[in-house]
Structure formats: structure tokens, C-alpha cells
């Protein structure tokens, strides 16, 4: 089993759709989660940190639930320039550091 | 503007050479990491290091080193490049301290071995 798992999709949405995706993750102990998003042929870039408390940010959405390990992305009024893959991070965890990246979630958003 | 660059963005070499990818950053960020990036497993760790002379090994670190000697740099070496090396390389940098393991990334080198 991997440590972070992600349903790598596609996902196929129209403008305006909202989309969730999920990740669950193994080891208990784990300390940081991010969603980061990566185009095509481009580096990661950090989308958002992921809080106990859920935050938001704009039409992103990111919800914490350590009790189930796993964490969620949610994704309102979905836009063409969401088209993009987006990766769970994990980080921490005994053991010391450890940053273990999904292998991530494609989405694309269709006009 | 303070950035992290990689070079070369591609290369093509063949099975048994040395080859060594740069990674520059001008943060002066103590963090910096060296990620392959593969179809179906995403980012995989290969090393990372804390600081100048520190070097770890990651997930994924044989058949190749690093050397920090200053804190703008992290080339990565592969010894003798193998066919299974071929993928693409990310190198990424985070400041100590926080916010906890946010990393920027370069923009990546895209390496075929034959």
C-alpha cells in the first residue's frame, strides 16, 4: 500500500462544476499536508496548506480528517485555468523528515 | 528576484556516463531537495540536505550523490547514468523554520538515458 494515495482521475468537469478529490494517507503520526498543483511539463507549485480546522482559500476548499487519514480538496464554480494536476503532500512522522508526495489527480475543466 | 534555476533543462546521454545536474537557488534557503518524477509515483525523494556539507539520503538515492558545499547549491550526480534514470528531475528548496516543508521548486530537467 502507498503511504499517500490519491485517485489519479481524470476527473472531467464543465466550467462552473464543483470537484472534490481525496487522499488518504498511512502513517498516523504524520504532521504537514499540502495540496500543491502541477501544469503539464511545469514544477509543483503550493496551492495550500491543509489545517485540522479546514481552511479556505478563495474557491478552494481543504479539509483535514485525522481520524480517517485522509485529507480533501474541494473546488467551486471551477474554472479552465483549474485544468491542472493537483498532488497531496504529506510530511513529518516518526522517523523524522519525510515528505511523501501522491501521485496525483488530474482534473481537467472543459468550457 | 530570488529564484531557483535548474540546468540543464534537458539532456540525452547514454548508459554508463557521468552526468551531473545543477541546481541554483537564491533564497538562501538552508533546505534543499533533489525529487525524479515518474508516471504512476509521483515525486519520489532521492536527497536532501539541511545545510552546507549536510547530504541525506532520500526514498530513492541509489546510483546517485549530491554535495553541498555553499547554500545556493545542490548538483545532483549520477555516477553511471542507467536506463532506468531516465525521468524528470526536480530540485526544490525551503526555508528552516517554516512554514512547515513548503518547498519551491525549479523548473526541472528532463534526462533520457539510452
Known amino acids: 500500500r502507498k503511504e499517500v494515495e490519491q485517485d489519479p482521475g481524470p476527473f472531467n468537469v464543465p466550467e462552473g462544476a464543483t470537484v472534490a478529490f481525496n487522499c488518504t494517507y498511512s502513517?498516523?503520526?504524520?504532521?504537514?499536508f499540502f495540496w500543491y498543483r502541477q501544469d503539464c511539463r511545469k514544477e509543483p507549485k503550493l496551492l495550500m496548506s491543509?489545517?485540522?480546522s479546514g481552511n479556505e482559500d478563495g474557491r478552494f476548499t481543504a479539509q483535514l480528517n485525522r481520524a480517517s487519514q485522509y485529507i480533501s480538496l474541494l473546488i467551486r464554480d471551477s474554472k479552465l485555468s483549474d485544468s491542472a494536476t493537483y498532488l497531496c503532500v504529506v510530511t513529518g512522522g516518526t522517523g523524522g523528515f519525510k515528505t511523501i508526495f501522491g501521485a496525483g489527480t488530474r482534473l481537467f475543466v472543459k468550457a | 528576484d530570488a529564484e531557483i534555476t535548474q540546468s540543464p533543462r534537458h539532456k540525452i546521454t547514454e548508459t554508463g556516463r557521468q552526468v551531473t545536474l545543477a541546481c541554483h537557488q537564491t533564497w538562501n534557503h538552508n533546505n534543499m531537495f533533489w525529487y525524479r518524477q515518474d508516471l504512476g509515483h509521483g515525486l519520489r525523494l532521492i536527497h536532501y540536505s539541511y545545510g552546507v556539507q549536510d547530504t541525506n539520503k532520500g526514498e530513492v538515492s541509489d546510483g546517485y550523490s549530491v554535495s553541498r558545499s555553499n547554500t545556493e547549491d545542490l548538483p545532483l550526480t549520477l555516477e553511471s547514468a542507467a536506463s532506468s534514470q531516465t525521468s524528470v528531475y526536480f530540485c526544490?528548496?525551503?526555508?528552516?523554520?517554516?512554514?512547515?516543508?513548503?518547498?519551491?521548486f525549479g523548473p526541472g530537467t528532463r534526462l533520457t538515458v539510452l
Open positions: 502513517n498516523s503520526a504524520s504532521q504537514s
Open positions: 491543509v489545517y485540522s
Open positions: 526544490a528548496s525551503s526555508p528552516s523554520g517554516g512554514p512547515p516543508h513548503t518547498q519551491y
